[in-house]
């Protein structure tokens, strides 16, 4: 049974590009969050979906960030005209329903790289 | 601001030695506890969660919480090599969402054969 897939796992940026970061959940999983990790920081709430819903993005920053989870296909975090300040690892993860006790199931992260 | 705080370490112990990773917390609303393990370059890894005052065990692992003194704890017993890694504390959402956790920074564990 494979885990969360992320990918990828390394990109890098100049700055004002875009950036796509792809997320597919563990099989039998309806609900995806995205965290972000800035150097020597934890991990911060992004944005919670559900297919075809965002939930709860209350920690997603206000420009050029949005998120997706189509009903087919991974979800996807992107990242419009990036900055310096967006190198990060972003970590996926999913679960069975909202939260469950606790056990959001993560992915390795996609660490992007802005130039 | 919400916030979990821990000591980032590292912390090092001798192989079969105890191991106390410890955890702070500032929303005094919090109801759930987690510790996750992270090796370098890989994903987080739930190991225990706790939402009542006092210790769970689940084999070599204890988390201990105390909600009067917002301190949480993960023990370690009879470390091995192949537990060092970053452990990562976390608190779940005070309006009860466990999705929306609040982590810490981590502290690295270094476990010596």
């Known amino acids: 049974n494979a885990g969360v897939m992320q990918n990828p796992r390394h990109l890098v940026r100049r700055r004002g590009q875009e950036a796509r970061l792809r997320c597919s959940p563990m099989?039998?999983?309806?609900?995806v969050y995205w965290y972000r990790q800035l150097p020597e920081e934890g991990l911060k709430f992004m944005v919670y979906?559900?297919?075809?819903?965002?939930?709860?993005e209350s920690g997603m920053p206000k420009e050029r960030f949005s998120a997706e989870f189509p009903k087919e296909g991974p979800s996807i975090l992107r990242i419009q005209q990036v900055v310096r300040g967006d190198s990060a690892a972003y970590f996926c993860?999913?679960?069975?329903?909202?939260?469950?006790?606790?056990?959001?199931?993560f992915g390795e992260g996609s660490r992007l790289t802005v130039l | 601001q919400k916030e979990v705080e821990q000591n980032s370490g590292p912390l090092s112990v001798p192989e079969g030695a105890i191991a106390s990773l410890n955890c702070t917390y500032s929303?005094?609303?919090?109801?759930?506890f987690f510790w996750y393990r992270q090796y370098s370059g890989k994903s987080p890894e739930l190991i225990m969660f706790i939402y009542s005052n006092g210790d769970k065990e689940d084999g070599r692992f204890t988390a201990q919480l105390n909600k009067a003194s917002q301190y949480v704890s993960l023990l370690i017993r009879d470390s091995q090599p192949s537990d060092s890694a970053t452990y990562l504390c976390a608190a779940g959402n005070s309006g009860g969402s466990n999705y929306k956790l609040t982590f810490g920074k981590g502290t690295l564990l270094t476990v010596n054969p």
């Open positions: 099989k039998g999983h309806s609900h």
């Open positions: 979906l559900q297919k075809e819903n965002i939930i709860d």
């Open positions: 929303d005094r609303g919090s109801q759930s």
């Open positions: 993860a999913s679960s069975t329903r909202q939260g469950g006790t606790g056990e959001l199931f």
